[in-house]
């Protein structure tokens, strides 16, 4: 689902007003846009998990490459959830 570096760019593009927001003190917005990037990044996980379920029984990929993309996927919830 698009280039590799378009995930990673669109939650970097997201952070960029949420440090600004942190950092002139709006905490409202901080906190809005905090919201919006867990959302982005829950979205993301959500997909790569289900495209990882789908290549399970078509054979897409070897077993390998689907153990450490299930492994990238487990790193990345447990630092989405993470308490701030």
Request: hydrophobic letters at 55%; proline letters at 7%; charged letters at 5%.
């Amino acid at each position: 689902m698009g280039p590799r570096w378009l995930f990673p760019s669109l939650v970097l593009v997201l952070l960029i007003p949420n440090i600004v927001s942190h950092r002139t003190g709006s905490h409202r917005l901080n906190t809005l846009i905090g919201f919006v990037v867990d959302g982005v990044l829950t979205v993301g996980l959500i997909i790569s998990l289900g495209l990882l379920i789908a290549a399970l029984p078509a054979h897409k990929a070897t077993p390998t490459a689907l153990l450490v993309s299930a492994a990238y996927l487990w790193i990345t919830n447990i630092c989405i959830c993470l308490p701030r």
